[in-house]
């Protein structure tokens, strides 16, 4: 599967976005879909994850960040709330069949940079 984020920015703290990953292939519906982030000199972190109903968020972005997919459209979105000068990061999706939701994922997406100034 090939998967391509977008949606990334410069925002002030505060504001919002919503990062979308368009996935490539039949399946889609099957994958675990995660995003992941990676801030300057840090390594990359577990952000959010959707298998069927099942979700799961890192405790550092629990109530600020939604995660969701549209499988009709092979979609998974991050919708950034209340966003704040520490969530600047590149922000990467991510796509597994098999095995915990937070780890270990099978297929990246590029990657797409959020800033938030303060």
């Known amino acids: 599967v090939q998967l391509q984020a977008s949606g990334g920015g410069l925002v002030q703290a505060g504001d919002s976005l919503r990062l979308s990953c368009a996935a490539s292939?039949?399946?889609?519906?099957?994958?675990?879909m995660g995003w992941f982030r990676q801030a300057p000199g840090k390594e990359r972190g577990f952000v959010a994850a959707?298998?069927?109903?099942?979700?799961y968020y890192a405790d550092s972005v629990k109530g600020q960040f939604t995660i969701s997919r549209d499988n009709a459209k092979n979609t998974v979105y991050l919708q950034m709330n209340s966003l704040k000068p520490e969530d600047t990061a590149v922000y990467y999706c991510?796509?597994?069949?098999?095995?915990?939701?937070?780890?270990?994922?099978?297929?990246w997406g590029q990657g797409t940079q959020v800033t938030v100034s303060s």
């Open positions: 292939g039949r399946t889609f519906s099957t994958y675990t």
């Open positions: 959707i298998h069927w109903n099942a979700i």
């Open positions: 991510a796509a597994k069949l098999w095995g915990a939701a937070r780890e270990n994922y099978d297929y």
